[in-house]
C-alpha cells in the first residue's frame, strides 16, 4: 500500500471509474452523518481551508471478474459513504445553481464548473 493525500477533485477525476464490490455495506447515513458532514465542509469552507476528509481505501486488484471497461478502475474498500455523500452534494448543488441561473447568470458557470460523470458503479 502507498498512502497519499488527494483532493476530491483529484478523487474525481474523469479518468477513474470506482467499482463497489458487493461486499460492501449499503448506504447507510442518516440525518446526523450528513449533517455533520456538511456542517464540516461548510466550516472549512468559510475559513478557505483545507479539511480531513478521512482515510479513503482504493484497490486496483478485482475482486470479482472484471466487466470490459476502457477506463482506469480502482475498487472502494473503505470510504464509500463519504464518497457517495460527496457525489450526492455535488449533484444537489449543481440543481441548486442551474435552478439560480435565470435568475443570477453566474450560476451557470457554477453548474457548468461541476462535472459529475458515471463513475460509480456497484456489481
Partial sequence: MKPSASSL????????EYHIPMYQR??????EEISDFISDFLEAFSRNS????GTILLSDNAPYKEMSS???VLYVIDGQQRITTSLICLVALRHLALDLAPTY????DVAEGI???????RF
Fill in 9 to 16: 477533485h483529484d478523487l474525481l477525476d474523469q479518468s477513474t
Fill in 26 to 31: 449499503d448506504y447507510t447515513w442518516q440525518t
Fill in 50 to 53: 483545507q479539511r480531513f476528509f
Fill in 70 to 72: 476502457d477506463r482506469h
Fill in 105 to 108: 447568470a453566474q450560476s451557470r
Fill in 115 to 121: 462535472y459529475l460523470i458515471p463513475a460509480f458503479t
